[in-house]
């Protein structure tokens, strides 16, 4: 039975927070871009992402396996208005571009559910909340397995349910079509931290294992030209690149804060850290042919290169999969881009 359960466990978990254990692609340096990563004063329209004021939501009910408890869960996902009620998978609802860690999985006859992203309020409406907890599973009361997971929301959609952990990430289909060149991303937020000075690993298998340094809430975006051969495979050179890094609680909303994209080769900006803003080829979207496919980014594409495709991703954690520090809390609110 410990066998199925970390099956189940494990399979819930398809999209994590970025990996650093991403192949990074190493190419020689050249000169260095505008700033990165830190707030900045830049004036421009702005224009939210759609359902980005994060006002209305999708409620889902779903029962688990009554082997593991039969629980009642509601989980929340970014779109319109609607509840559903029943263990369906879910997709993109109203033509919502986001889609959430919250997933329902189906794995040897147990049903199975993460949840960690809620809708919380922030001044007169509603807001993202994301939370990295340990996810468990008990069985006759007793818990059998425990997996830290991280809450995340992100441009894209996820393939439910998740009936594995075989490939269990092409679930996820990262990034949605864009053909734009914004100067800036630019979101309200709130920073809660768990204040633990080391972070944990726990998978499901062994014990709990202590990951050196602070937990921080991340947020990535980047700008992808992509092209598709013949055979539906996917390669991208990176247009543009934003990662922000929180390793400080706030005291309470910081609003409207304005991280400008850079555009082009970032290597020798000062504040480049390659282990989230290198390129990338862990990533999976789906081809013209309904595939699921790697993402390979081979290069940096010129300053002035426009993008087929925008991945966006917030997340509560940072250190990857089965990482971080239970008690992080990141909320988000008001997302869009700046002209």
């Given at each position: 039975?410990?066998?199925?359960?970390?099956?189940?466990?494990?399979?819930?978990?398809?999209?994590?927070?970025?990996?650093?254990?991403?192949?990074?692609?190493?190419?020689?340096?050249?000169?260095?871009?505008?700033?990165?990563?830190?707030?900045?004063?830049?004036?421009?329209?702005?224009?939210?992402?759609?359902?980005?004021?994060?006002?209305?939501?999708?409620?889902?009910?779903?029962?688990?396996?009554?082997?593991?408890?039969?629980?009642?869960?509601?989980?929340?996902?970014?779109?319109?208005?609607?509840?559903?009620?029943?263990?369906?998978?879910?997709?993109?609802?109203?033509?919502?571009?986001?889609?959430?860690?919250?997933?329902?999985?189906r794995v040897s006859?147990?049903?199975?559910?993460?949840?960690?992203?809620?809708?919380?309020?922030?001044?007169?409406?509603?807001?993202?909340?994301?939370?990295?907890?340990?996810?468990?599973?008990?069985?006759?009361?007793?818990?059998?397995?425990?997996?830290?997971?991280?809450?995340?929301?992100?441009?894209?959609?996820?393939?439910?349910?998740?009936?594995?952990?075989?490939?269990?990430?092409?679930?996820?289909?990262?990034?949605?079509?864009?053909?734009?060149?914004?100067?800036?991303?630019?979101?309200?937020?709130?920073?809660?931290?768990?204040?633990?000075?080391?972070?944990?690993?726990?998978?499901?298998?062994?014990?709990?294992?202590?990951?050196?340094?602070?937990?921080?809430?991340?947020?990535?975006?980047?700008?992808?030209?992509?092209?598709?051969?013949?055979?539906?495979?996917?390669?991208?050179?990176?247009?543009?690149?934003?990662?922000?890094?929180?390793?400080?609680?706030?005291?309470?909303?910081?609003?409207?804060?304005?991280?400008?994209?850079?555009?082009?080769?970032?290597?020798?900006?000062?504040?480049?850290?390659?282990?989230?803003?290198?390129?990338?080829?862990?990533d999976y979207a789906?081809?013209?042919?309904?595939?699921?496919?790697?993402?390979?980014?081979?290069?940096?594409?010129?300053?002035?290169?426009?993008?087929?495709?925008?991945?966006?991703?917030?997340?509560?954690?940072?250190?990857?999969?089965?990482?971080?520090?239970?008690?992080?809390?990141?909320?988000?609110?008001n997302a869009g881009?700046?002209?």
């Open positions: 039975m410990n066998g199925k359960l970390c099956a189940v466990m494990l399979s819930l978990l398809p999209l994590q927070q970025v990996r650093p254990e991403c192949p990074l692609r190493v190419q020689p340096p050249v000169a260095a871009p505008a700033s990165c990563g830190t707030a900045a004063t830049i004036e421009g329209r702005f224009v939210p992402f759609r359902y980005g004021h994060f006002d209305t939501w999708v409620v889902r009910h779903i029962k688990e396996s009554a082997v593991i408890g039969g629980n009642q869960k509601t989980l929340y996902e970014i779109g319109p208005s609607m509840t559903l009620e029943g263990n369906t998978p879910y997709t993109n609802q109203g033509g919502s571009p986001w889609a959430t860690s919250n997933v329902l999985a006859g147990i049903t199975k559910t993460n949840n960690s992203v809620y809708r919380d309020t922030h001044g007169k409406g509603y807001c993202v909340k994301m939370t990295t907890h340990i996810e468990q599973v008990k069985v006759l009361g007793v818990v059998n397995i425990r997996v830290l997971a991280a809450g995340s929301i992100f441009l894209g959609d996820m393939k439910e349910p998740i009936t594995g952990t075989k490939d269990a990430e092409k679930a996820v289909n990262w990034g949605v079509p864009f053909k734009d060149r914004p100067k800036a991303l630019r979101y309200d937020y709130r920073v809660a931290l768990s204040g633990e000075p080391n972070r944990v690993k726990q998978t499901g298998f062994g014990s709990k294992q202590t990951v050196s340094g602070r937990d921080k809430a991340i947020t990535v975006l980047y700008l992808q030209k992509r092209t598709e051969d013949a055979k539906g495979q996917i390669t991208a050179k990176r247009v543009g690149t934003c990662v922000v890094t929180y390793g400080q609680s706030t005291k309470g909303w910081v609003e409207g804060a304005t991280y400008e994209i850079l555009y082009g080769d970032i290597r020798n900006h000062p504040g480049y850290d390659a282990t989230h803003m290198g390129l990338r080829t862990c789906r081809n013209s042919k309904g595939q699921s496919v790697p993402v390979c980014e081979t290069g940096w594409a010129s300053p002035t290169e426009t993008p087929t495709h925008l991945i966006l991703q917030f997340s509560s954690s940072h250190g990857g999969a089965y990482v971080g520090s239970p008690g992080n809390t990141f909320w988000v609110d881009l700046v002209y």
